[in-house]
């Protein structure tokens, strides 16, 4: 496809999304009928009544007002930024994921890297009111995985998906956030500094127009695509009625594993988890729980190496349990009996805290559980 017919063609879906009435459900309908949007907005009055009703039919042959062109003038100056990208469900790369869900959307509004959207992905979503420690979990887990080649997939609320983010742009998976607003508007405001590194070095889509602000019923709907790109889904944090639950639902009903972290009996942030659990979920204990479920990673006695300037990392538990011992010691001090870089040894570090062989202790130093 020519540069010219791209844009002609990103210009029709633009100019269909835009019309009043037309929602994804009504689009799918007209795309079945008609094959493409150029067609459906030359379709006669008559063709167009035998689809859908007089009144959006009405609304498709309608001449667009200057309030809708200038929507659509906008949408393509945005696109044309560099790191931007107005993606369709017809593009050769739209994410496989996404096209085996009940209702993929019609439009991807992307800004940075398109090509985490086919990656392996991991859904890790919990609380906005998240106790400390689930923050550091999701975090730590996130991490883990990122340094594996997982991206981690949240929605840029505070809480779980903030933690959850930050983790995961720590390593090469990076992560992807899925946002309830036109991809203009970052909201909440304080996660501003965070979708800029996620701009960056991860990666933003929506499926609403520029300058959609945050309705509370964007919200839900967006959930589907955060567990529609992930292999499962991972709940951290959530009380009973947590809108984390209508992800992990969303993804049980797109075939997705849904993975939960139990917590104490008493806490109201485990309750939801506990739910889960009770209902199927897999119980999340450790870091090899997750690789487990998600298969293609290997397993904890193969893990991925870690590329260091030293090369790679061979039999990372070993060789580190063996350099650690059970004598607090810190990261300097463990790069010096071990030859390699203070970031390769943070990365596995990680995993093995994670799988309950080593604690962190205060002034960042290390020691062996058992």
Known sequence: MTPASHDADLRAWLQLMHRPGVGSVTARRLLNVFGDPGKVLQASLQALRKVV??????????????????????????????????????????????????????LLYVKGRSDL????????????????????????????????????????????????????????????????TGIDIVYPARNSHLAQRLAQDGCIISEYALGTA?????????????????RAVLVVEAAAQSGSLITARTAAEQGRDVLAIPGSIHAPLSKGCHCLIKQGAKLVESIDDIVEELGRLPDCSQRSPVTTAHGALPQCEDMLLRALGFDPVGLDGLSARTGLDVAALHAQLLMLELDGLVESLPGGRYRRVN
């Not at 001449?63 to 593009?91: S, V």
């Open 53 to 106: 009703s007089e009144r959006q039919a009405q609304a498709i042959t309608a001449t667009p007002g200057a309030a809708e062109q200038n929507k659509l003038t906008q949408a393509l100056a945005w696109a044309a930024l560099p790191g931007h990208r107005i993606m369709t469900l017809a593009d050769t790369d739209y994410p496989p994921a996404l096209l085996n869900i009940d209702d993929p959307p019609m």
């Open 117 to 180: 959207l086919s990656a392996c992905s991991l859904a890790v979503v919990g609380s906005r009111n998240a106790s400390e420690q689930g923050r550091r979990n999701a975090e730590h887990f996130s991490e883990a995985l990122s340094h594996a080649g997982v991206s981690i997939v949240s929605g840029l609320a505070l809480g779980i998906d903030t933690a959850a983010h930050e983790g995961g742009l720590r390593g090469v998976g990076a992560s992807i956030a899925v946002i309830g």
């Open 214 to 230: 945050p309705l509370a019923a964007n919200f839900p709907r967006r959930n589907r695509i955060i567990s529609g790109l992930s």
